[in-house]
């Protein structure tokens, strides 16, 4: 099992531009989540998805954000436009329903400039 | 609104001592309690979890401890290795989701 995998594994892009981040989540696993990780708030959940519907999006700080899963292998973080406060580390992760023992992939370091 | 608090942001003990990390929360709704440890340039990995309705679980050299009266829960490691040395974050759930800490570096001297 390859385990949560994110990519890219870092982003640098300037202040404007779109980012779109990645992850495949563990096969067989039906919950996928998305954190972002900063010095100031740790962990924080942006959005969650469950049989691939988005079911608390309350996390998303604001419109720039969107997230997707269109099946139940792949989902995307997209941010446009970007700007600086947005540099952070980005983290999937899935599990199945109920189960709280999440696997992470590695992340995604996003740096705007 | 932090429902869920770390106030150390880091830590430092002598290999072979116990190292006791400590998690505040807020919300009374919270039923299940975990412990994660992450490595620089790798995800949280999921280390130790206890139930609302116990007070006390033990895995190996790690125990998690919880106060529910008190709202606060802890990680003991004894005795501490060089290789526990890592961010600890303390997560709680209610629903499907998981509420993280801000997360403790722990640092094991040898």
């Known amino acids: 099992d390859a385990g949560v995998i994110q990519s890219p594994r870092h982003e640098v892009t300037e202040m404007g531009q779109e980012v779109t981040l990645r992850c495949k989540p563990i096969?067989?696993?039906?919950?996928l989540f998305w954190y972002r990780q900063t010095m100031m708030r740790g962990l924080e959940l942006l959005i969650y998805f469950n049989n691939n519907v988005p079911i608390d999006d309350s996390g998303m700080p604001e419109d720039r954000f969107s997230a997707k899963m269109p099946n139940a292998s792949f989902s995307t973080l997209k941010i446009q436009p970007s700007e600086p406060r947005d540099s952070a580390v980005y983290f999937c992760?899935?599990?199945?329903?109920?189960?709280?023992?999440?696997?992470f992939g590695s992340g995604t370091r996003l740096t705007v400039v | 609104d932090q429902q869920v608090k770390q106030n150390s942001p880091s830590l430092s003990v002598q290999e072979g001592r116990i190292s006791i990390l400590n998690c505040d929360y807020t919300n009374s709704m919270f039923d299940y309690f975990l412990w994660y440890k992450k490595y620089p340039a790798e995800g949280p990995t999921f280390l130790i979890s206890i139930s609302s309705i116990k007070d006390k679980n033990e895995d190996g050299r790690f125990t998690v401890f919880l106060n529910k009266s008190a709202k606060h829960l802890s990680l003991h490691i004894v005795p501490s290795q060089p290789g526990d040395s890592a961010v600890y974050f303390c997560a709680a759930s209610y629903g499907n989701k998981l509420v993280f800490g801000a997360g403790t570096i722990l640092r094991v001297k040898s």
């Open positions: 096969s067989g696993h039906n919950s």
């Open positions: 992760a899935s599990t199945q329903q109920g189960d709280y023992g999440y696997t």
